[in-house]
């Protein structure tokens, strides 16, 4: 099989196309054949080497869609659709960059779909982040104010419109103000320009702040954020878009303001339910959601998504398909 594969920490030409044997079929753990997959900024981090305990050389990828090529345990069925994401998955063992990979059991969900493979392929990860992120983490309620912060991103996208679908009012973040325009398309009711702070114009409209903060830049913007919300407000961060890991200085009883809350989401495949995304690809199918899918590669052209990822060229999720 083709597989791409991460030789040592670096630039994305580190990353490689091989040819390497198909992993071999064991107990507990299900063979796909993978037909896309999404990628993800944490993958960037780890080809840079800041994923704790990866080992290279490694194939890489979090997530995968594809068909079932062998199950020992009878479970799931040749051909069957799968969706595998997390668990280990290209840190602990090698993951999704390529023609085949070799999963545990736990992290492969299967569902029903005539959906193209490189729409599929934007989808677990993507989905499991946000639904994880607003229902579990954030909590959010139908007539709150949820204020996304990295609003263009992929995430911040589907999440803009799940939570207007929740029946939230919406206030998205981007450095871009060209991109203003594309965030009210895509539901947000307001949108700020990010130069780093924005809780002066987010209480010009909104006084007493927001309930909820989703913080995707992650801590370069993370105190600026709790200053956003009301008594009583959450902040989650789930995203680390600016690219740094560790805040250097911080006050909890300065910084967290008082009565407000900060919490993280890390969601594993635990968090997410075969039927919930089921659901969830229904309802893309049925157009009642639009995921915003900025470009869509060969795994030949790996090194080139990578370039382009981290760069900061993509409005919208990056697809890899076979």
């Given at each position: 099989?083709k597989?791409a594969?991460?030789?040592?920490s670096?630039?994305?030409e580190?990353?490689?196309?091989?040819?390497m044997?198909v992993?071999?079929?064991?107990?507990?753990?299900v063979?796909i054949?993978?037909?896309?997959f999404g990628?993800?900024?944490?993958e960037?981090f780890?080809?840079?080497?800041?994923?704790?305990?990866?080992?290279?050389?490694?194939?890489?990828?979090i997530?995968?869609?594809?068909?079932v090529?062998?199950d020992?345990?009878?479970?799931?069925?040749?051909?069957?659709?799968?969706?595998?994401?997390m668990?280990?998955?290209?840190?602990?063992?090698?993951?999704g960059?390529?023609?085949?990979t070799?999963?545990?059991?736990?992290?492969?969900?299967?569902?029903e779909?005539?959906?193209?493979?490189?729409?599929?392929?934007?989808?677990?990860?993507?989905?499991?982040?946000?639904?994880?992120?607003?229902?579990?983490?954030?909590e959010?309620?139908?007539?709150?104010?949820?204020?996304?912060r990295?609003?263009?991103?992929?995430?911040?996208?589907?999440?803009?419109?799940?939570?207007?679908?929740?029946?939230?009012?919406?206030?998205?973040?981007t450095?871009?103000?060209?991109?203003?325009?594309?965030?009210?398309?895509?539901?947000?009711?307001?949108v700020?320009?990010?130069?780093?702070?924005?809780?002066?114009?987010?209480?010009?409209?909104?006084p007493?702040?927001?309930?909820?903060?989703?913080?995707?830049?992650?801590?370069?913007?993370?105190?600026?954020s709790l200053?956003?919300?009301?008594?009583?407000?959450?902040?989650?961060m789930?995203?680390?878009?600016?690219?740094e890991?560790t805040?250097e200085?911080?006050?909890p009883?300065?910084?967290?303001?008082?009565?407000?809350?900060?919490?993280?989401?890390?969601?594993?495949?635990?968090?997410?339910?075969k039927?919930?995304l089921?659901?969830?690809?229904?309802?893309?199918?049925?157009?009642?959601?639009?995921?915003?899918i900025?470009?869509?590669?060969?795994?030949?052209?790996?090194?080139?998504?990578?370039?382009?990822?981290?760069?900061?060229?993509a409005?919208?999720?990056?697809?890899i398909?076979?």
């Amino acid at each position: 099989m083709k597989a791409a594969i991460t030789l040592r920490s670096g630039n994305p030409e580190v990353i490689e196309i091989q040819d390497m044997p198909v992993p071999a079929a064991k107990s507990g753990w299900v063979l796909i054949k993978i037909k896309a997959f999404g990628l993800n900024r944490s993958e960037l981090f780890t080809r840079r080497g800041h994923s704790p305990g990866v080992v290279f050389p490694r194939i890489q990828g979090i997530e995968c869609v594809g068909t079932v090529e062998e199950d020992l345990s009878g479970t799931y069925s040749k051909g069957q659709k799968v969706a595998a994401i997390m668990g280990g998955m290209g840190r602990e063992f090698d993951g999704g960059y390529a023609e085949y990979t070799l999963v545990p059991w736990q992290i492969v969900f299967p569902f029903e779909s005539n959906l193209p493979w490189s729409i599929l392929g934007a989808i677990p990860e993507m989905f499991q982040t946000v639904s994880g992120s607003l229902t579990q983490a954030l909590e959010v309620k139908k007539g709150e104010t949820l204020l996304i912060r990295g609003g263009t991103s992929s995430i911040g996208m589907l999440s803009c419109q799940l939570a207007k679908h929740s029946g939230l009012t919406v206030i998205s973040t981007t450095r871009n103000e060209a991109k203003k325009k594309f965030l009210i398309e895509n539901g947000a009711d307001h949108v700020l320009i990010d130069n780093g702070t924005v809780t002066e114009e987010l209480r010009a409209l909104f006084p007493e702040g927001v309930d909820k903060v989703l913080e995707l830049i992650g801590i370069k913007t993370l105190k600026d954020s709790l200053k956003c919300i009301k008594p009583g407000g959450v902040v989650c961060m789930t995203g680390i878009l600016g690219g740094e890991w560790t805040m250097e200085e911080f006050t909890p009883m300065g910084d967290i303001p008082s009565l407000g809350r900060l919490t993280v989401y890390m969601g594993e495949a635990t968090n997410l339910r075969k039927e919930l995304l089921q659901d969830f690809i229904d309802a893309v199918e049925n157009e009642k959601i639009t995921l915003n899918i900025d470009k869509v590669f060969h795994l030949d052209h790996i090194v080139e998504a990578h370039t382009y990822m981290e760069n900061n060229l993509a409005t919208g999720k990056l697809v890899i398909e076979i």
